[in-house]
């Protein structure tokens, strides 16, 4: 899977878990810049991509995230191995 | 083809409100009802159930349907919600899909979307109604037993009158299975699984025909990454998923006996001090050391001098200490 298709996979991940229909996630947009999107919400979203793309990251993993474009790298780099 | 409308509600609850609520679900957790065990969690105050929340929401989204069916339902509890506060529900409504959202002030607490069908199907459940709900403790489940799974059953039931003085559109409008499991959502979270030290997260449930009487729970999953518990949840009219964070127990300081292992005695003799707030947290534990030392300790509190589990006062007949309160 292509990063892009990732990051449309987020997207509606996010989407669904903020109630936001219409929101466009970019490589760069990060939880700051995003209504609604706190540490709670967070949460949810990574178990929904967990569950969509069937990986799991670890904590230090998850420590070291800071945008989209690291979630997507992580989950391309858990589909390679 | 229904055009979107979007529309809006406000309230505020009240702790009688709360408590009506827990009458009718069973859910009597503190962190609810109590003021005094809600002061000393990590949201300080009493929190509004948030089935209760959504309840009301969807009673006055759905209040042009005669009745209806939940053919799905997803629900997302992002903030809680604090007593006395006024609350707004923003809801539209396409075909037969709700969106729902509950803020207060700028915040979203909740977001719930629905699917919904005016085709009820025929109830093979015949629920008691007449409910007087059992006096029940409060489960107080830790990381350990989640890790280890588990499960139970309640027995459904709906108190027909009380269900209308609270919901009086739902509980005439929505399918009386449906609305009784959605109720018990919340007493499976906040008595049963987690329980005490419960904070409901998320479900996901979609309409399903199961012939019982009871709600089922099973424990499915626990991330202890971030403390969560997924369950899976079957009752007559739905069945799905609940997401619930185990929060973190109230600490508890160590007792004048501990501490006084530590404390020379006599090291405070004729020291006369005043603790401000030494009812709990640091206060108490600076008040047990320096009564342990011999010290004349006064120490103030703001609420309710009953709530220290252990003041120098009631530790020690020799500690000089005492409290005083406004």
Known sequence: MDNQAILAGIEKIVQQALGLNDLALTMETAAKDVERWDSVANIGIIMGIESHFNIRFGLGELDSMKNVGDMVAGVAKHQQE | MTMSTTSIATRTFSLENQKDFARLSGDCNPIHIDPEVARRSLFGRPVVHGVHALLW??????????????????????????????????????????????????????????????????????????????????????????????????????????????????????AREQLAGLITTSRVVGMRCPGLHSIFSSMSLTATQVESRHASYEVIQFDDRFSMTVLKYTCPGLSGTINA???????????????????????????????????RGLGEVTSKILAAGGAEVRGTFTKDATTPTESPTKSSRTAKASLFGN
Do not use: H
Not at chain 2, 142 to 160: C, M, R, T, V
Not at chain 2, 263 to 276: M, Q, R, W, Y
């Open chain 2, 57 to 174: 929401g969807m009673e006055a989204a759905t209040a042009s349907l005669p009745s209806f069916y939940l053919k799905a339902l997803t629900v997302r509890f992002m903030k809680p919600l604090f007593l006395d506060r006024t609350v707004q529900a923003e809801w539209t409504q396409k075909d037969n899909n709700l969106t729902l959202t509950i803020n207060c002030g700028l915040s979203t607490a909740l977001i719930a979307t629905a699917e919904t069908s005016e085709d009820v199907p025929p109830s093979k459940q015949i629920l008691p109604t007449d409910n007087c709900l059992p006096d029940e403790c409060c489960i107080d489940l830790g990381q350990d037993q989640l890790k280890e799974g588990g499960a139970g059953e309640i027995p459904l039931s709906l108190n027909q009158a009380l269900a209308r003085s609270l919901f009086p559109i739902l509980a005439v409008s929505l």
């Open chain 2, 245 to 279: 964070f185990l929060r973190p127990k109230p600490s508890e300081q160590p007792t004048y006996g501990q501490i006084k292992q530590f404390v020379t005695p006599n090291e405070f003799s004729g020291v006369k001090a005043l603790v401000i707030g030494g009812s």
